[in-house]
């Protein structure tokens, strides 16, 4: 489309409180206004026809995203939701174990944050978290500790709140996480395959997509 016609729709976005702009200059910067915005688009990924794959590129970015992505500022996908699952296993998570309630009326939908559980931090998640750098005594105070959406790929739980977004911010710092080819697909570098298995449990066989997901080496 052209630039005005860009311009007009971004207008109308931010008008409606869904985008943000920043003029830095002569450029104007756009983002998604928080992570209400971000879940209502994954929520309507759930119901929107699937786009036709027509090139190897398109198909590539697909599983990608399924594989491991980021949702608005926490982990998702398989790597999410494995990685939910991996601090249930270890004790630092409890409350549930990482699946919907089938046959139970329920009040979560087919993706965004979730309503039915509530998943608490252990004594040993705190210790094990803070060992690992995690600050949990600065997280935002306006925002839930924990909470989780139900993944619209998975179609189970994956880490959301401040505790998810600090522990992603802290996987990216340690780069053990790098960004994929798209902004929001991410992928385990050989030292963070090393150490999700060393902390937390999510072992190379765990790792979303097994022997199809391989890891990426530093300076790839």
Same mark, same amino acid.
């Given at each position: 489309?052209?630039?005005?016609t860009?311009?007009?729709?971004?207008?109308?976005l931010?008008e409606a409180g869904?985008? /943000?702009?920043?003029?830095v200059? %002569?450029?104007r =910067?756009?983002?998604l &206004? +928080?992570?209400?915005v971000?879940?209502? @688009? !994954?929520a309507?990924?759930?119901?929107?026809?699937?786009?036709?794959?027509?090139s190897?590129?398109?198909s590539?970015?697909? /599983?990608?995203?399924r594989?491991? %992505?980021?949702? =608005?500022?926490?982990? &998702? +996908?398989?790597?999410g939701?494995?990685? @939910? !699952?991996?601090?249930?296993?270890g004790?630092?998570?409890?409350?549930?174990d990482?699946?919907?309630?089938?046959?139970?009326?329920?009040?979560?939908?087919?993706?965004?944050y979730g309503?039915?559980?509530?998943?608490?931090l252990?004594?040993?998640?705190?210790?094990?978290?803070a060992?690992?750098?995690?600050?949990?005594?600065?997280?935002?105070?306006?925002?839930?500790?924990i909470?989780y959406?139900?993944d619209?790929?998975?179609?189970?739980?994956?880490?959301?709140?401040?505790?998810?977004a600090?522990?992603?911010?802290?996987?990216f710092a340690?780069?053990w996480?790098?960004?994929?080819?798209?902004?929001?697909?991410v992928?385990?570098?050989?030292?963070g395959s090393e150490g999700?298995?060393?902390?937390?449990?999510?072992?190379?066989?765990d790792?979303p997509?097994?022997t199809?997901?391989?890891?990426?080496?530093?300076?790839?």
């Amino acid at each position: 489309m052209s630039a005005a016609t860009a311009s007009a729709h971004l207008g109308k976005l931010v008008e409606a409180g869904l985008v /943000g702009m920043e003029s830095v200059g %002569r450029c104007r =910067y756009y983002r998604l &206004a +928080g992570p209400d915005v971000s879940l209502a @688009l !994954e929520a309507l990924a759930v119901i929107a026809p699937p786009l036709p794959v027509t090139s190897l590129r398109a198909s590539s970015t697909a /599983g990608a995203l399924r594989r491991s %992505r980021t949702c =608005y500022d926490h982990l &998702a +996908g398989r790597l999410g939701v494995d990685l @939910l !699952e991996a601090l249930l296993r270890g004790g630092l998570l409890a409350g549930h174990d990482g699946t919907g309630r089938p046959g139970r009326p329920v009040r979560d939908g087919a993706s965004g944050y979730g309503h039915d559980v509530d998943y608490r931090l252990t004594d040993t998640g705190r210790e094990t978290l803070a060992g690992f750098g995690v600050d949990l005594d600065r997280l935002p105070a306006r925002r839930p500790p924990i909470r989780y959406c139900v993944d619209w790929s998975e179609q189970r739980h994956h880490l959301a709140g401040a505790v998810g977004a600090a522990l992603t911010a802290r996987l990216f710092a340690l780069r053990w996480l790098r960004h994929g080819s798209t902004p929001r697909v991410v992928h385990v570098t050989e030292d963070g395959s090393e150490g999700l298995a060393a902390t937390f449990g999510l072992r190379p066989a765990d790792r979303p997509g097994g022997t199809d997901a391989p890891t990426v080496p530093e300076g790839s």
